[in-house]
């Protein structure tokens, strides 16, 4: 059983930025592919960055090159770094985690989900 604790949203300006942080538990968190998902308001939850156990990081064509996805394994932590804020970023945003092998950009291969922080870019 992993337990995902999201920090770090908050109300920020376009083209602001913010590092979200998900804490993890377990003595197994460096084999697993991390990953970031979004909802916004209406929307369907999405596919933002993941990051699998060797370090491969992907990314959502809508921020790549905004957005970098990192961990520390010696901390039980993914972090997800966000530049250049959008409106459109708006979004619960939700970390997840997924025991291999699976899609990394799949939510159904994901085991585990955070309960979600709250990201609003204002203009």
């Known amino acids: 059983q992993v337990q995902l604790v999201e920090s770090g949203g908050g109300l920020v300006q376009a083209g602001g930025s913010l590092r979200l942080s998900c804490a993890a538990s377990g003595r197994t968190f460096s084999r697993y592919t991390m990953g970031w998902f979004r909802q916004a308001p209406g929307k369907e939850r999405e596919f933002v960055a993941t990051?699998?156990?060797?370090?491969?990081?992907y990314y959502a064509d809508s921020v790549k090159g905004r957005f970098t996805i990192s961990r520390d394994n010696a901390k039980n932590t993914v972090y997800l770094q966000m530049n250049s804020l959008k409106l459109e970023d708006t979004a619960v945003y939700y970390c997840a985690a997924d025991s291999p092998p699976g899609v990394p950009t799949a939510q159904s291969s994901y085991d585990y989900w955070g309960q979600g922080t709250q990201v609003t870019v204002s203009s």
């Open positions: 990051i699998l156990w060797s370090g491969s990081t």
